[in-house]
């Protein structure tokens, strides 16, 4: 348990289907990121957050669609996925963006189908 | 971030000692050094920092040698669930707003035989 929470754990979506991913910490940090992790490849970063604001947008195609309401929650909103979306979709939070010792979810496992 | 070069992969067996070394040559004054571990479809964990000498935690021991361009994560009698990827990240965690995009490489996966 590391104090970040993602739902769901696993995702089956259709690729005309919207889905949203969740993710959430009550560790009194500042800076959220999303990671995309597929079979076998490093982690990619996809975004940053500080302080509710987008500090980093890693070239991610307009299908996947952040949203942090607040520095406790980020949001993935999928729409018009591909199969080779698919993948482990691993949030992270640390105190301010920069802070290397970040804390990890347990990622939603998606299946484009 | 600085770049970071580690071996890709290393085997080991069950009660031996364990030393991953993660090169880093243009490591600036102000990066720290930090070491995360990963099993298979869970997010990374993070494992200990240093920025210079000697950092020991219960699950590791980080050297750090006096120029800094490099540094051993060591891990004492490794068993098989030690078997992960294991990354090592070198920035400024003092950066303030805009800082450290927290990228990481591919790591190196340990192999922990019985």
């Known amino acids: 348990e590391t104090g970040v929470t993602q739902t769901p754990r696993h995702l089956v979506m259709g690729m005309t289907n919207k889905k949203s991913l969740k993710c959430e910490q009550h560790?009194?940090?500042?800076?959220m990121y999303w990671y995309k992790q597929s079979a076998k490849k490093p982690l990619e970063l996809m975004f940053v957050y500080n302080f509710k604001e987008q500090t980093e947008n890693n070239s991610v195609p307009s299908r996947f669609s952040p949203e942090c309401p607040n520095s406790s929650h980020l949001f993935l909103h999928l729409h018009t996925l591909q199969p080779e979306d698919s993948a482990l979709y691993l949030c992270?939070?640390?105190?301010?963006?920069?802070?290397?010792?970040?804390?990890f979810g347990q990622g939603t496992r998606l299946t484009v189908v | 971030l600085a770049k970071t070069t580690q071996p890709i992969s290393m085997d080991s067996y069950e009660g031996q000692e364990v030393n991953i070394t993660c090169s880093h040559n243009n490591i600036a004054t102000n990066d720290y050094i930090t070491w995360y571990q990963q099993f298979p479809s869970q997010g990374p964990r993070f494992i200990i920092q240093g920025y210079k000498t000697k950092v020991t935690n219960e699950v590791a021991s980080l050297f750090i040698p006096a120029d800094r361009k490099s540094s051993t994560l060591s891990l004492p009698r490794v068993s098989l669930s030690d078997t992960a990827v294991y990354y090592c990240?070198?920035?400024?965690?003092?950066?303030?707003?805009?800082?450290?995009?927290?990228?990481f490489g591919a790591g190196t996966i340990l192999r922990v035989k019985s």
């Open positions: 990240l070198v920035g400024d965690i003092l950066v303030g707003e805009y800082g450290n995009k927290l990228v």
């Open positions: 992270a939070s640390s105190q301010e963006s920069g802070d290397l010792g970040a804390f």
């Open positions: 560790l009194g940090h500042n800076a």
